[in-house]
């Protein structure tokens, strides 16, 4: 049960080449099961690996409960294995001229526990992630999921009060990522470490992370619930990388206006928002609604209409491509729409779902 | 950049760079230097003072009445061996490659062991098996085989030009084998099929398609023969240098045994300028190879084609190749051995006299091979010499392969990787020579090592550096750093991320960085030949020895004894680790 505190980090990788990451702050809280979210190359894992003393800062601190571990200015620098952080790689980083059991004492031999606490320790978790029967195996001779429990076991065997974890459910398949999900909220639910984890993949943060901070280009770009990112993102770019159909956009100061920039105009004087800055719209596939209206319903709730170009089931729901006088549009239908390529179809959203960005790209508050 | 404190890498890094360039790159230096500088036994024939600046020796090796004699001749001959041995060696090598990579020849996997044998023997242990067979009156001493038999060889069959392009052409079509016969292995057999389809004729094919893709494998191979032909001491001195026939590497050897050591700078750092150029167009053309594979490699198909009524006679030449290279001169070194007089069958004729023999009516040497003393101590020292050297540079390898790819100083580990190179690109007995410049003075912090057994150990570890330090640099790179950050996650310090996790997962790299240096290292007589002294003989030196005094049958027994010893480690080597003779190719 820890804090972390990252104070303006910044990691650059030589003069002349961009900052990897620039000025990045963000408080942890104890407890707090924290992803960073973010496309390959966004400074994430970087970030992960600076906390855990992997990388090194090249300007700013790092505190855990308020006492700095790394502090550039001051030239304070705490080696990792000094740090007590636990941390699962991503591709977990099993010794492999060690058994399992060698893999997990490891670290407690290393502490010099006495033998019977450390077998006993060694058991408890070995057991508890149900990898006790593979303990005189190699890693080698493991599937990858098992690999992972010996991973976490490692890594909970030392009881740490921070856990860190690359991309913890990438190289696994659906099944087991569940019984994973699953195994991570437990641990965090008993143990009540402080988690930070990393991924590029918004169902891994979604399901997992208490608070999510999605990163871009070395910055971050919003730090909230996982609610708060998919239903309230601060800019344009948290609007698109969330969800998993892309977010419909449609730009507002496009130089020709089209039967889609009507609509859209007539939906925000329907709200009353027409005089709000907005330079360009998004509606989420699966907030579009469908139906065919008679003529004052239509009018009611602003809705548009369209001609549908093709209607694609993926199991559960059906993506339905729409096609408005030349632009496309694209909504998710929970129940099949029965309908054929080339029927009118009208479309209608509520205020809700509707997310406004300004000239910056940056949300505008309704 | 910051650097840790309590990390110990640059430490290392640093510590290993002064090593090397202690132990690799000031002996180089100072043989260049040696080249340009006026010695002590020089100062009144070039009217300078000592140690100053001169073209004496340039002019006097390259420009003076001997300098035909001691050096444009041998430079010729240099040029006619190698380019005959290149020539030959791929019209042995090339169809042996393609018999063993693209068809159905039967025992394919025994040929692909036993026509490497001549590659894992020392190549002056053919020229012996050649004297032994051919050798004439020139020379005198015992009769060779076909003298016994009744024909008399002629001088230009017995030595000189033609035999030494032979052996080493023979010795080095292994290279032609392996990178040849890989090559083809990967050539995806679409490629030509595309061709096919699109209506070219199989001449326009081979013209077109396959020639100019193998044709980096085929120059590299050519380069490399090229680089060892010129280093080659041994062959050239069993069968050239009694008629008078000389090369750059005897000459040298002859400029050093004759204490002249601003000529022998000379030759030495002429040997090395055409060593490094041809190193060089080989790495450039390997990297346009690598650039070819890369467009060929997805989903690579390759058929075998059918031998079908070509089999037999297939089989019977690459058996007769087999022969050839490596059964009959090998047994005819043995029978002589066991022979009074060379080739002759009659019964009497056979004895054990020469391995266990006792009051033989010779001058020195009077007993068998098995029961004289300077044998064993050959042997010993051949053990735990070339074993310390190979022990040191397997694990030298690995800490500069750790260095290398963990430096936090970009400069240091760029250092490290080339210095460690650089013997690659110096022949055997040039850098022989520059391990006299060095060492044959006290040189702080250690003291003057010529005659001592400490010479051989250095010369031959710095000499097998640069295999041990690739070998060392790829296995870290594979390993990456995830298994030893994952110990310092747990709290493992530097040493004990070393002891309990670097190094035994490296173990088996390890093993292969120790044995293959081991085995080049016991076969290897350029580099030691002007190293060694008689109390601190190796069994190669041992055996040169005995072929100067014309003890032919002991000589001939050292060699197989050797042969033996080479042999027997190369398959344990294969059968241990994963790696294999193509893999030690690339090194010396």
């Not at chain 1, 952080?85 to 010794?95: C, D």
């Not at chain 1, 030349?326 to 009118?344: L, M, Q, V, Y």
Request: net charge positive; charged share 15%.
């Amino acid at each position: 049960m820890s804090s972390i505190t990252l104070e303006n980090i910044g990691k650059s990788y030589g003069r002349g080449i961009p900052a990897a990451i620039g000025n990045l702050s963000m408080e942890i809280g104890k407890s707090e099961f924290l992803c960073l979210l973010g496309p390959s190359g966004c400074g994430k894992t970087t970030t992960l690996r600076m906390i855990a003393g992997l990388e090194h800062p090249t300007d700013g601190r790092i505190l855990i409960d308020g006492k700095p571990i790394v502090s550039v200015p001051e030239g304070i620098f705490t080696v990792p294995e000094k740090r007590n952080m636990g941390l699962v790689f991503q591709n977990y980083a099993l010794w492999p001229h060690m058994t399992i059991r060698q893999n997990v004492e490891f670290g407690l031999k290393l502490r010099k526990i006495a033998t019977a606490e450390c077998d006993a320790t060694v058991d408890r978790v070995m057991t508890k992630l149900g990898i006790a029967k593979y303990a005189n195996r190699y890693p080698a001779q493991l599937s990858g999921g098992q690999q992972q429990r010996v991973a976490l076991a490692r890594m909970l065997a030392l009881n740490p009060s921070i856990i860190l974890l690359d991309e913890p459910l990438s190289n696994l398949d659906a099944k087991l990522r569940l019984e994973m999900r699953a195994e991570l909220k437990r641990i965090h639910a008993e143990a009540g470490s402080t988690i930070v984890f990393v991924t590029h993949d918004q169902w891994e943060a979604m399901t997992l992370a208490t608070t999510i901070a999605v990163m871009s280009e070395g910055e971050l770009q919003q730090v909230g619930t996982p609610d708060d990112i998919y239903e309230r993102p601060a800019n344009r770019f948290v609007a698109e990388f969330v969800g998993s159909l892309p977010i419909n956009i449609i730009e507002m100061n496009a130089e020709q206006s089209s039967p889609l920039l009507g609509w859209l105009n007539t939906l925000l004087a329907h709200f009353g928002l027409s005089g709000a800055p907005v330079a360009s719209a998004g509606i989420r596939p699966e907030a579009v609604r469908l139906g065919s209206l008679a003529d004052d319903q239509a009018a009611q709730c602003a809705a548009g209409r369209a001609a549908i170009v093709d209607v694609v089931p993926t199991g559960g729901s059906w993506i339905v491509e729409l096609d408005v006088d030349g632009s496309r549009f694209f909504a998710i239908a929970t129940e099949n729409p029965h309908r054929a390529a080339g029927e009118i179809i009208h479309f209608w959203v509520e205020r809700q779902h509707l997310h406004l960005f300004d000239q910056e790209k940056k949300r505008v508050a309704l | 950049m910051r650097v840790n404190s309590a990390d110990p890498t640059l430490l290392l890094s640093l510590l290993l760079l002064a090593v090397f360039c202690y132990l690799i790159l000031a002996p180089v230096v100072l043989l260049l230097a040696d080249a340009i500088t006026v010695h002590f036994a020089d100062v009144a024939r070039s009217k300078q003072p000592l140690g100053e600046f001169t073209v004496y020796y340039l002019r006097r090796a390259l420009f003076s009445p001997i300098s035909r004699d001691l050096f444009w001749c041998p430079l010729a001959n240099t040029a006619i061996i190698s380019a005959a041995a290149i020539i030959i060696a791929f019209l042995v090598g090339a169809p042996i490659g393609w018999l063993l990579s693209r068809t159905d020849l039967i025992g394919k996997k025994w040929f692909s062991t036993a026509l490497l044998v001549p590659y894992m023997l020392p190549s002056w242990t053919f020229a012996l098996a050649w004297l032994t067979l051919f050798k004439n009156r020139t020379t005198g001493g015992l009769p060779s085989w076909m003298e016994t038999f009744g024909f008399t060889p002629p001088d230009w069959f017995a030595y000189g030009a033609l035999p030494i392009a032979l052996i080493l052409a023979l010795h080095y079509a292994p290279f032609v084998i392996l990178l040849f016969g890989n090559a083809l292995k990967q050539f995806d057999t679409q490629l030509e099929d595309a061709a096919r389809s699109l209506g070219a004729r199989p001449t326009v094919v081979a013209g077109k398609i396959i020639l100019p893709l193998m044709l980096p494998a085929l120059v590299s191979a050519a380069t490399l023969i090229f680089a060892k032909c010129l280093g080659d001491f041994g062959v050239a001195y069993v069968l050239g240098v009694p008629v008078g026939f000389d090369v750059l590497a005897t000459s040298l050897f002859r400029a050093i045994s004759t204490s002249q050591a601003g000529a022998s700078a000379v030759l030495a750092g002429v040997i090395v300028v055409i060593g490094t150029i041809s190193v060089i167009i080989d790495m450039r053309l390997l990297k346009e190879a690598k650039r070819f594979v890369t467009i060929g490699s997805k989903g690579a198909m390759v058929r075998q084609t059918p031998l079908g009524k070509w089999q037999v006679p297939t089989v019977v030449w690459a058996f007769a190749m087999f022969a050839v290279s490596a059964g009959i001169p090998l047994i005819a070194l043995a029978l002589t051995t066991v022979m009074r007089v060379p080739g002759s069958f009659n019964l009497d004729n056979f004895t054990l006299d020469y391995w266990i023999g006792t009051d033989l009516g010779t001058t020195a040497l009077r007993q068998g091979i098995l029961l004289t003393g300077e044998f064993w101590l050959a042997l010993w020292n051949t053990v735990w010499m070339v074993g310390l050297a190979a022990t040191g540079a397997g694990v030298l390898g690995l800490l500069v392969g750790y260095s290398v790819v963990r430096s936090p100083v970009r400069f240091v580990s760029v250092g490290l990787r080339q210095i460690t190179f650089l013997p690659y690109l110096v022949p055997g007995i040039a850098f022989a020579a520059a391990y006299l410049s060095m060492f044959a003075v006290a040189r702080p912090p250690l003291p003057a090592l010529y005659g001592t057994p400490f010479i051989l150990v250095l010369a031959i570890l710095a000499d097998q550096m640069p295999f041990a330090s690739r070998a060392g640099i790829s296995s870290m790179m594979q390993l990456g750093r995830d298994p030893e950050e994952a110990g310092q996650i747990v709290g493992a310090g530097w040493f004990r991320r070393m002891r309990s996790i670097v190094l035994p997962i490296q173990r088996g790299a390890l093993v292969s960085a120790i044995l293959l240096p081991f085995i080049s290292g016991i076969k290897g007589l350029s580099l030691v030949v002007v190293l060694a002294v008689p109390g601190t003989d190796l069994l190669t030196t041992y055996a040169i020895r005995l072929v100067d005094y014309g003890y032919s049958q002991a000589a001939n027994a050292v060699v197989l004894m050797l042969c033996v010893v080479a042999f027997t480690g190369t398959m344990v080597v294969q059968k241990i680790g994963k790696s294999n003779l193509s893999d030690g190719i690339g090194a010396k």
